[in-house]
Nanobody, 120 residues
């Protein structure tokens, strides 16, 4: 069974940095895209950053120049380096992966979410 396990959230002051990690475990046949979404209280979940299997990246306008997404294919892990954090970055951050496990069809998987709180 494929699972995504996130780590790295926490409380940080505005202007500070955090690094989120998300490791995929299980019998994985192939990876497609991976990414990070965030959901603030009362708001819909929205894309923060995504990266394809080939390394192409896409960012929300609000995080361009501050956040960097990367992946280690050998470790089935995706990272989100978050710099110059702002109060409005406060949210639960969810890891996402589109992949195919052995014996199953390609589909979307989600992590359990990790809280990022930025104090002003």
């Amino acid at each position: 069974q494929v699972q995504l396990m996130e780590s790295g959230g926490g409380l940080v002051q505005a202007g500070g940095s955090l690094r989120l990690s998300c490791a995929a475990s299980g019998r994985i046949f192939s990876f497609n895209g991976m990414g990070w979404y965030c959901q603030a209280p009362g708001k819909q979940r929205e894309l923060v950053a995504a990266i394809t299997s080939g390394g192409n990246t896409n960012y929300a306008n609000s995080v361009k120049g501050r956040f960097t997404i990367s992946r280690d294919n050998a470790k089935n892990t995706v990272y989100l380096q978050m710099n110059s954090l702002k109060f409005e970055d406060t949210a639960v951050y969810y890891c996402h992966a589109n992949l195919q496990g052995f014996g199953s069809l390609e589909r979307d998987y989600w992590g359990q979410g990790t809280q990022v709180t930025v104090s002003s």
